[in-house]
């Protein structure tokens, strides 16, 4: 057996010789030290920002109604600082995006709140807006509401489908930087404006996932010669936020407006300057608008004893819509003012006048045939310096409390004579 022990030993031995000869001790290989001041880190410069603000009044609107691709904190940023600035917030569809609009109720819930809207912000739609839509949104553009469109190459959307009616397109591509960036070639640095309110005290801004957009002359943010396009060749510069004449703001980015990249380098000075910018606008207004074309404090006035009743349903009327309504005996000329009376009286004569509208036997208007005043009520918007007069006429306190239930209902809405006249002649009663 101790042959077989003989061949194991003599390798053991044979392996042992060869390690003293040749081992000279353990390997430690040359490893260079990594110069902390060459790596790059990123470059997130957090500003510090304060503002103070001035209060207005207004509704802003939030299309949540066509499948928007975001979620409602990633807008927080701006609406609260659209609210600092004294606006309501309101909504287009549901706020959790889970019970759809069918078409038809979208449609009609847009033109109901376009009424009270001051501002319509769209981000991210991904159902299209059908050519009706597009045309509510267009008469709400022409009468100076704001509009806010937003995209983001990163998520789906169908932004196109409202913002080529304006002018607008937002490209199919993404923007990138390789030579200078934060911290990702499609983060871009941002340092050509074009003078604006919107551009106002910017230094030097960031977005994170932008496209480029394609309008004419109104460009207000640009990229440096060194900002490319995925898909668009041969332009020295592109625009990543744009403003037309008519108010309608696009942007390239919804990123650079949420927390925490809002507090990247201007950001929130950005973010600050499209909160004042869509919230200074001068909307104009029609009858058809009741009652937003009021500000916060409204008096009303009965011209008669017997028309308190309906007065004071007004004033209630106007109360519901957060309004501070109060009963008058007599009309404050600096005030918002809703004006209850029976025709043939004075008072009113010169706003009417102002309207080309007279009563005398009938009541005569440059857009309607004439009435007789018996079992007619009239409505007639008026705009003077600095304060809206709404003008409530009967031939009867009957005939003004039913004019108060028409103003309540919205049928006089059906009853237009012009922009800013409603008629109504009683059925059945002889039409002269």
């Known amino acids: ?65 066509h499948g928007n691709d975001f979620e409602e904190p990633e807008l927080g940023v701006l609406l609260a600082r659209v609210a600092d ?12 995006h889970r019970w759809p609009l069918r078409p038809e109720e979208r449609l009609a819930q847009l033109e109901e709140k376009l009424r009270f809207a001051d501002v319509l912000a769209v981000a991210l739609p991904v159902t299209p807006y059908s050519p009706a839509e597009v045309q509510l949104i267009k008469t709400f553009v022409n009468k100076g509401g704001r509009l806010l469109l937003v995209g983001d190459p990163t998520r789906r959307h169908a932004i196109n489908s409202l913002a080529t ?19 990702n070639y499609q983060n871009i640095f941002l340092t050509v404006f074009r003078q604006h309110p919107i ?15 394609e309008v004419t002359g109104g460009g207000l943010i640009f990229t440096d010669l060194n900002t490319f396009s995925s898909t668009v060749e041969g332009r020295g510069s592109f625009i990543t936020l744009a403003e ?19 507090s990247a380098w ?7 300057n499209i909160a004042d910018y869509l919230t200074l606008g001068q909307r104009s207004f029609h009858l058809s608008d009741f009652p937003h074309f009021f500000g916060q404090k409204v008096d009303v006035v009965a011209g008669q004893d017997s028309l308190l009743g309906s007065a004071t349903e007004v004033r209630n009327l106007l109360l519901e819509t957060g ?39 009938e009541i005569e208007t440059p857009f309607a045939p004439p009435l007789p005043i018996k079992n007619s009520y009239l409505l007639y918007l008026h705009q003077a310096p600095g304060r809206w007069v709404l003008i409530l006429l009967g031939d009867s306190p009957e005939t003004v409390r039913n004019a108060v239930a028409w103003l309540r209902s919205g049928d006089f809405r059906g009853d237009l004579v ?5 008629l109504y002649h009683l059925p059945g009663s002889p039409a002269g």
């Open 85 to 96: 600035r004294g606006y309501k917030i309101d909504y287009l569809g549901e706020r959790d």
């Open 323 to 361: 309004r501070e309504a109060e009963l008058q005996r007599e009309e404050d000329f600096s005030q918002d003012t809703v004006f209850l009376d029976l025709f043939g009286s004075e008072r009113v004569d010169h706003y009417l006048a102002e309207g080309h509208i007279r009563i005398k036997a």
């Open 1 to 65: 057996m101790w042959r077989l022990l003989v061949v194991p030993v003599a390798a053991v031995v044979l392996l042992m010789s060869l390690l003293l000869v040749f081992y000279e001790g353990r390997y430690v290989g040359q490893v260079e030290v990594p110069q902390t001041a060459d790596i790059r880190l990123p470059s997130f410069v957090v500003a510090e920002f304060a503002e103070a603000v001035e209060q207005r009044w207004g509704t802003f609107l939030v299309d949540v109604a």
């Open 165 to 183: 009616a304006f002018g607008i397109l937002f490209e199919d591509d993404y923007l990138y930087n390789v030579v200078e960036h934060e911290s």
């Open 244 to 262: 037309t004449p008519t108010g309608v703001v696009a942007i390239s980015d919804l990123t650079f407006m949420t927390e925490p990249y809002n």
């Open 418 to 422: 012009s922009d800013n006249a409603a």
């Open 199 to 213: 551009t106002e005290d910017l230094k030097k801004v960031v977005f994170y996932a932008a496209s480029s957009i």
């Open 266 to 272: 201007s950001n929130d000075q950005l973010v600050s």
